[in-house]
């Protein structure tokens, strides 16, 4: 992969179309108030609404993130809390029930963890997915092999499929920069807990360690939390642990092909000259061994070389991944925490400000879905697949939209809006005093 400084802007089209809006809150909210229906009063009333709407998202999400970190508490490896521990039990009845226990928060952890990233509108890529992208890899990846085995369980999620540019020098090029289109992931989650024991060092047939943890930070619960930018497709197995360098074709014959010709070489010398050094007597015989020590070197020279290679590989494995990685384990979850409050306010207020610009037209969800994509291809130049079923259960929620026997859809003025939002704002904490 390249360097920080090697990375082209990805400006390439999408390969399909996704439910990621790729606005920030902020600016999607200056651009609606620079719409001309949005002038004076309409424009000070809809941006209250906005920040009573952003409030009301973010309280939901709020009690959402404080369920995640403790559902992820038991397993966060980087948790400086230590949990209460239960007094010491042998009976056998009472650890049945801890690692019952443990399994059915682990599920919840995954299942939580999973409807988050629905929410900020990933895909989950499956077994298929991720084996296809391993088959090759990319003009600045490396080819790795993966042990899966390592992984109790392991969740792969993507977002933004797109073709993006890459810079790109080669020998016959005079190393001038040219653009490739590379397959890319603009960004990419994995959920993984490695099996009991690997994080302790598990050894693999050939004597290699895969999937350690670091030493002093071996946790046999540990679930870990990683997501990362701009991947490229082929090289998706990189990020796995348990990823082992490969090395390809050329390599091999790079080191190897030296060493048995140099071997072979030497053998033929041996052979057609021993007996006359031989013969020559002391001289004859610190010759000959001079020539046995050369044969090794040169062994040692080979081997040395491939060593040097792998740890290339290495360091190019290291660079990529210091740019690229975005956060880690419990800092994964207030990261998508925020893009999916941010998410689900763009959907809402989206749809909301298209059925209120035209109050009275006959608002079916297919119209509203069209209306906003046309509006944002035209304010942004983004293609974007709207998820309106989501943005109308969420306004219907909030009781913003009515929804009619007949399918239809009608929109409050930005009044009733500010009122309904200001009532449900008031009731999240429904404490009264005496009298009142």
Known sequence: MPRAGDQAPLRGPHWKREHYIPVRKSELVALLLNEPDLSGRSGIAFEQLCRLLSASFHFHYHDLLENLKDTYAAFDPDAEAAPPQPKSDTDADTADTADTEEQSQLDALFADFSNLLERCNFQQLSHNDIEEAMKATSEWGINLWVDFDVFERLDVYARGDIIGLRGRRRLWNWYRTEQVETPIYQRLVLIFRLRDGVQHGAQQTDGQQTGRAPDGEEEDQAVYIKIFKNIP?????????????????????????PTLAGVGITLFKIVTQAL????????????????????????????????????????????????????????????????AEEQEFREAILAYFIMWREPKQLWTQQKIDAAVERFLMKKTGLDIDFEVDDALQKLVRLELVEKNAAGNYSVLSLDDALACLDKSWDNFFPYHKPGE
Do not use: C, W
């Open 233 to 257: 497709k082929m090289d998706l197995e990189m990020l796995l642990p348990g990823a082992r360098v490969r090395m390809t074709l050329l390599d091999q014959t790079k080191i190897f092909v």
């Open 276 to 339: 006359t050094l031989l013969a020559t007597g002391i001289y004859g015989l610190l010759v000959f061994l001079g020539l046995v020590g050369g044969t090794i070197g040169y062994g040692v020279k080979s081997f040395l070389g491939y060593m040097h290679t792998k740890d290339k590989y290495q360091l190019n494995l290291t660079r990529s991944l210091f740019y690229q990685n975005l956060d880690n384990n419990a800092g994964v979850l207030f990261r998508l925490i925020d893009e």
